[in-house]
């Protein structure tokens, strides 16, 4: 293995051990900063794009606390994101194709539980139909969400990281769930 394959994997496996500790502290972080939740996953990416571009330029070793410095990375982020996106950036959701590992997972689904592959596909453009719903409703709903059923962070937990009284978490994400039930018949 030549010195620069050395250098690589070395840099890859310090990246992905970094993301699989910090995702789900960065995620929290994004969502209860971010003005719209269908923007959390374009951050993440390009939070997490600039870390491995940086520690790839300059390396890692004087990184004390990766969630801290990824963190002010996401600061950074937000300031460039929503700079260029507030010009031209439309809030569509639409429906992508799925990618193959998707569709590998999809397959799993369906060989585990038997079911059909409409059905399948049915339960995720439903998922996606609710959570786009959830989303355009109110960004604090949008929020409550991700933070509850993405991060599985508990009610008090949200709370405190959007810094509202716990009561009005729990009756926005139970009523919205009553709303969601009659809304698709669930």
Do not use: P, W
């Not at 970094?18 to 993440?44: A, F, M, P, Q, W």
């Not at 520690?55 to 969630?67: L, M, P, R």
């Not at 409409?118 to 959830?134: G, L, N, P, Q, R």
């Amino acid at each position: 293995m030549k010195n620069n394959e050395k250098t690589d994997a070395l840099l890859n496996d310090y990246f992905n051990k970094i993301y699989e500790k910090t995702i789900n502290g960065v995620s929290r972080y994004v969502v209860s900063k971010c003005n719209n939740i269908h923007d959390v996953e374009d951050l993440l990416q390009n939070i997490y794009t600039r870390f491995y571009q940086r520690i790839k330029k300059k390396g890692f070793e004087d990184i004390q606390n990766a969630e801290a410095f990824i963190i002010n990375i996401a600061k950074f982020e937000f300031k460039t994101y929503y700079g260029k996106t507030a010009k031209k950036k439309e809030n569509v959701a639409l429906m992508s194709d799925f990618s193959e590992e998707q569709g590998v997972h999809i397959e799993s689904e369906m060989s585990k539980y038997q079911q059909s592959l409409e059905d399948v596909i049915c339960d995720k453009m439903t998922a996606k139909k609710i959570f786009t719903d959830i989303a355009n409703m109110d960004s604090e709903i949008g929020k409550i969400f991700y933070l509850y059923f993405v991060c599985d962070l508990k009610l008090d937990e949200i709370a405190e990281k959007l810094e509202m009284n716990l009561s009005t978490v729990k009756s926005k994400l139970y009523r919205t769930i009553e709303k969601q039930k009659i809304k698709y018949r669930l």
